[in-house]
């Protein structure tokens, strides 16, 4: 069975479970020595890149990064004649798409794993590093309290959704009206006030207001969302909680910098997971 790895709800609870277990572990080896991975970005990138990079090397492998125009995926090529062809190389197919139509293109045309490192959908690897991050912060994931501030209709918010909804994470999104989550998912709550979300909360997190392919949207999205900076009057109302963020951060809109370097902060920490989580997803994918 080809171990595709391209939303948490597909992964399922027992694989997100499982990842976060190799994750952890210390003695993986070498399973990736003489191979290749194909990373292949439409988008920009520091942490998955880096992350994914030095996973692959972790692994013992060989990580190929592939710019935009280099492939031209949909555009010089098809995204299926793209897979086909970095089949012949490469042991595990890595895209970040505008599209998440492609992703699927690509691994229905080969047998080669495909991974998502982010599309207009979904941000798997995102989550989860997140849910690391929260176990290791709150010592637990079943009943762990976390509020999401912002935009709930983005690729963050929405693995970040399907991760907790599958651990039994209590979440609750704050967002305005017209940029909810688009899914009702059980143990998560869509409200309107960030008040509201970060009540009890353990964990506060938040992600951009525009999203990379956005930028059209910008001054729209920029009103809507005023009212959603994760600022310390709104954290002051939790103040024993952590604070996430994906990454990167546009300090002065969805944070500020006083919330970025407090002292209950721990985005670098998450960060970093990013890399442990990716070692852990790619060999998930390699037991498949
Ligand atoms: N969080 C995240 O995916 O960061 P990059 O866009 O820098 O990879
Ligand atoms: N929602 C953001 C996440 C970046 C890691 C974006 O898609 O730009």
Redesign the pocket.
Known sequence: MVRDLLTIAELGRDGLLEVLALAERTDLGTPLAGKGVALVFQ?P?A??RNSMEMAVVQLGGHPVYIQKDEVGLGTRESAEDVARTLACYHQIIAARVMDHEDLLRMAAATERPVLNM?S?KS?PL?ALADLLTVRQLTGKLEGAKLAYVG?GD???CRSLAEAASLVGAELVVASPEGYGLPDTLDNVRQVVDPAEAVEGAEIVYT??W????QDDETETRLKAFAPYQVDEALIGRCPEAWFLH???ARRGEEVTDAVMECGKSAVWRQAENRMHTARGALAWMLEG
Do not use: A, E, I, Y
Request: net charge negative; proline share 5%; with cysteine.
């Open positions: 988008k990138s942490r998955t982010l207009d941000h995102q935009d983005n690729n963050v992600d951009v525009v999203s990379m392919g994906c990454l990167p």
